[in-house]
């Protein structure tokens, strides 16, 4: 979070500075099976945000010392490209912050993958954030979710990810950059929808009890829009194809 | 003994030497043509300018940040470019994460020489005053490998940089939400890369191709002089090869010029 | 009817087994797939190869060991052995094409195979397994189609890699891109038809 300082305005009028309501999602858009040489592929677009997510494998794990001979490993690396902010450019390599984002993203997964369905064997999950506009990991991880799926690994559900927080005594769902810059608190919550388990949950700032169940709410009533957009971008890259011969007859 | 190669690439890049013997390529093209060639100009807002270009099935993201920095004590009126790759690991399964490869650093150095050689930035004009001077970040993004990284990616620098607008500059401090002016350009380079594989010479290699090449050659030029050149791999080339592949990147400049300048 | 169901999707009625993964008594889906409610099974629309015993695959010889075995890359997280003895007569070098018989999996994994047959020349492509049905078609007809119209030896390996050599190779590559892409498509052999019989004419 940064400085308080210069704290802009975040809502004017029982509004937020992008007009949206306290519960609303950015516009999300998702596109599966985007990269020709990946095994599975998703773009997403949430907001100003704009990620390519990728999977590779599962395939067999270099150095070998590292596999396990149960089950599965996932690698994961999420980064962010150095031209995907306003302000400044950033280094390229992974930094203390992109090292700690990839682990948690990864133990999420690794919560629904089947991993022991593939013994010795890797699952390569790369995030790229292209352009970076607030909530990355969190976009992130739902587009990685349906470049699994579009990847055809069995997984036990397609989670998704997004951020609730708090802007003065509000409770906020989906921060945009510059709520995320100045808000009270953020609260990033991935959720498995088949049961509303919590997979990944990220938090500082300031939240009563009240306002975490509250932020948790809001997050799981937003879920649903977010995965019936995962789904449609699965079933998506298969009635594109179907229109394309519907046309011509 | 084992192939080091992954092994679908090895039986394919001995197919595209047979290929080669009989001057056939694997998708049908002649030996001086390139692959489809598409650019998509401005896509990351956040970036001062941005372009992807799609080469056949390679594509590549190119975003041009600017930062206010103070000029090279050596240099002290103009501003600076500093340009960087990446082979992204989701571009391929042969790109690996970690430390820059030494792929990818030639590959930025390849694509800077030829920009700066043919003074394509106007440098001088970056210089807000003395002692602060804009820096131009160009990096180039690999997200999906297909061959001929040079000449695609000096498509996607070339066409970020006639996307880029500089940002406004008050009170000695850079004001990165408002854009101001272009980014004052005085030259177009493009790139032509070629392979040998056996005796015969192909411009814009795929992959396959690439895997199956003797040697390589890139010229850089802004269509009246060369500007850079690069010659990859072990094998050799003749003069009279050389002098046949300067002619054809000649002939070539206008055409992917057409396609920096569109949009 | 064939709806489309992703991971974590219910699935309305039973499913005989497999890519489901049940709780509570419920059913849920583990794979991007058709859902089939006749067949009660769901089809996998991508991932990885399932051998099964008996099928043919085409691999790359990768390395060569003592007593004439060797490793044989499947494109797959399995390796491919082939482990033929002193007394065979068959023999193989690294970088050969071979086509085989899925003998069995073993404990580390590791598909035996038997049966090799070397293929000469050629190119190999890569495809999505979960696609190979459909290039070979009903009873191969479509495998059958793409080779009498392009004049190419095809084999069809389950494990995704088809071997292609003959006259107009680059088209059977792209009428192989094409199914693979177009897999879902009802009456696909139809459309394959049409399309390799427009591009054979023009070409003449």
């Given at each position: 979070m940064a400085s308080k300082a210069n704290k802009p305005e975040l809502i004017v009028g029982g509004k937020r500075l992008d007009g949206r309501a306290f519960d609303e999602l950015r516009p999300i858009k998702i596109e599966a099976g985007v990269l020709k040489n990946a095994d599975g592929s998703a773009y997403i677009e949430q907001g100003n945000n704009k990620i390519l997510a990728a999977v590779y494998g599962p395939k067999e794990v270099f150095p070998k010392h590292d596999a396990d001979p149960t089950k599965a490993i996932i690698r994961c690396k999420y980064s962010m490209a150095p031209f995907s902010s306003l302000e400044g450019h950033g280094r390229s390599g992974p930094n203390r912050r992109a090292i700690e984002i990839s682990k948690v993203i990864r133990e999420a997964f690794e919560n629904v993958v089947?991993?022991?369905?593939?013994?010795?064997n890797e699952i390569d999950i790369f995030i790229e954030i292209l352009q970076g506009d607030g909530g990355t990991r969190a976009a992130g991880l739902t587009a990685a979710s349906v470049a699994l799926a579009s990847a055809g690994i069995p997984m036990k559900d397609l989670i998704y990810a997004v951020s609730a927080g708090k802007i003065g005594e509000e409770v906020v769902l989906d921060f945009n950059m510059i709520e995320d810059n100045y808000s009270d608190a953020d609260m990033p919550i991935a959720i498995a929808?088949?049961?509303?388990?919590?997979?990944l949950l990220q938090m500082d700032g300031s939240l009563t009890k009240q306002q975490f169940e509250k932020a948790v709410d809001l997050v799981i009533g937003a879920g649903k829009k977010i995965s019936a957009i995962q789904k449609d971008a699965l079933r998506e890259v298969y009635a594109k194809i179907e229109r394309k011969y519907e046309n011509k007859e | 003994m084992m192939i080091q190669m992954n092994a679908i690439d090895y039986v394919n890049s001995k197919y595209v030497r047979e290929l080669a013997s009989k001057k056939m390529r694997e998708d049908g093209r002649d030996a001086l043509s390139y692959r489809e060639i598409r650019v998509a100009k401005?896509?990351?807002?956040?970036?001062e300018g941005s372009a992807q270009v799609d080469l056949g099935a390679t594509r590549v993201m190119a975003g041009v940040k600017m930062v206010l920095e103070s000029p090279m004590e050596d240099t002290p009126d103009v501003g600076n470019l500093i340009v960087s790759a990446e082979l992204l690991p989701l571009a391929s399964p042969d790109f690996e994460s970690g430390p820059p490869s030494p792929e990818s650093i030639e590959l930025a150095r390849v694509v800077d020489r030829g920009i700066r050689a043919a003074e394509c930035i106007d440098l001088g004009s970056l210089l807000v005053e003395e002692g602060k001077a804009w820096s131009v970040y160009l990096d180039l993004y690999i997200l999906n490998y297909d061959g001929n990284l040079f000449d695609s990616g000096m498509l996607a620098a070339m066409s970020a940089l006639k996307d880029a607008k500089v940002p406004a500059y008050s009170n000695g401090k850079a004001v990165m939400s408002e854009r101001v002016a272009p980014l004052k350009l005085n030259n177009v380079v493009s790139s032509c890369t070629f392979v040998k594989i056996g005796d015969t010479l192909l411009l814009d290699p795929t992959g396959n191709e690439e895997r199956a090449a003797d040697a390589r050659m890139t010229i850089e030029t802004d269509g009246k002089v060369i500007r850079a050149m690069q010659k990859g791999l072990s094998g050799s080339f003749s003069r009279q090869e050389i002098s046949d592949i300067i002619g054809a990147a000649f002939g070539k400049h206008d055409e992917l010029k057409a396609h920096i300048d569109k949009g | 009817m064939k709806s489309i169901v992703v991971p974590g999707e219910q699935i309305p009625g039973n499913v005989k087994s497999g890519n489901v993964y049940v709780e509570e008594g419920k059913a849920y889906a583990t794979v991007l797939g058709l859902y089939d409610e006749e067949g009660k099974r769901i089809i996998t629309l991508e991932g990885a190869w399932n051998p099964k015993m008996d099928e043919t695959v085409v691999g790359i010889v990768q390395e060569a060991g003592r007593n004439n075995s060797y490793t044989i890359?499947?494109?797959?997280f399995r390796r491919g052995v082939l482990l033929l003895g002193k007394f065979s007569k068959a023999e193989f070098k690294v970088g050969d094409v071979v086509e085989a018989l899925v003998d069995r999996v073993n404990g580390k994994k590791e598909v035996i195979l038997s049966n090799p047959r070397l293929l000469r020349g050629g190119v190999v492509i890569k495809i999505k397994p979960t696609k190979i049905p459909r290039v070979l078609g009903k009873a191969n007809t479509m495998a059958k189609q793409i080779s009498e119209l392009t004049r190419c030896d095809l084999v069809v390996g389950s494990n995704g890699i088809i071997w292609v050599r003959g006259e107009n190779t680059a088209l059977a590559i792209s009428a192989i891109l094409r199914i693979e892409s177009d897999a879902h498509v009802s009456g696909l052999t139809e459309k394959i038809k049409e399309m390799l019989v427009n591009n054979t004419t023009k070409r003449s």
């Open positions: 089947l991993l022991e369905e593939f013994p010795n929808p088949r049961n509303n388990e919590v997979l | 401005g896509l990351i807002k956040n970036a | 890359d499947l494109s797959s």
